[in-house]
Antibody, heavy 121, light 108 residues
């Protein structure tokens, strides 16, 4: 059974770059049946999709974040990462990595436990 | 951009049926997925492709989608169903994943 685990700094200074890693266990990140996303959730608010990575390495990002976000694959480590530049307090959230494609496209059936990132001034 | 509208809250007595709606322009033409999220936990997929259930999700959970409204129905509601529920679709024209604002289900 595939498991996901987020890791990275819990505190990032405003205007700096947020970097997180999602480690995938129990399955291969280069499986052509599966896709990998980052989804975030500010405290007390709803879910917001950030972007998605395909086995080919290609990506799709939320339009409003497109200029600041990069998602990359490290197949050798079975990991994928999130990089968000020029962060502000509005980027403070719990960040989840998630998988889709197992039961259906864009149906996120596997999630990490989430990691809280706080942007400080 | 595509907007999904959910009621902020729904309340239901134990044993009754809860219906949570998700409104969107011609949402019936899209595939809708539903998630349950309990406090401090990651979301769990409970319905995909409008009405299919992942393994391990009770048959009490069902979904429908037509016109401008998708609905998650939870039959014989239990205290353990109390959670936030989110609908989600893909806006195909721009390849964007969109979530509804979430509905807090309270079991009275």
């Amino acid at each position: 059974q595939v498991q996901l685990q987020e890791s990275g700094p819990g505190l990032v200074r405003s205007s700096q770059t947020l970097s997180l890693t999602c480690s995938v266990s129990g399955g291969s990140i280069i499986s052509r049946s599966h896709y990998w996303s980052w989804i975030r959730q500010p405290a007390g608010k709803g879910l917001e999709w950030v972007g998605r990575l395909y086995a080919s390495g290609s990506t799709t990002y939320k339009s409003s974040l497109n200029s600041r976000v990069t998602i990359l694959m490290d197949a050798s480590k079975n990991q994928f990462s999130l990089r968000l530049t020029s962060v502000t307090a509005a980027d403070t959230a719990v960040y989840y990595c998630a998988r889709d494609g197992n039961v259906g496209r864009y149906a996120f059936d596997t999630w990490g436990q989430g990691t809280l990132v706080t942007v400080s001034s | 951009s595509y907007v999904l509208t959910q009621p902020p809250s729904v309340s239901v007595a134990p044993g009754q049926t809860a219906r949570i709606t998700c409104g969107g322009n011609n949402i019936g033409s899209k595939s809708v997925h539903w998630y349950q999220q309990k406090p401090g936990q990651a979301p769990v997929l409970v319905i995909y492709y409008d009405g299919d259930r992942p393994a391990g999700i009770p048959e009490r959970f069902s979904g429908s989608n037509s016109g401008n409204t998708a609905t998650l129905t939870i039959g014989r509601v239990e205290a353990g169903d109390e959670a936030d529920y989110y609908c989600q679709v893909l806006e195909g024209s721009s390849d964007q994943v969109v979530f509804g604002g979430g509905t807090k289900l309270t079991v009275l």
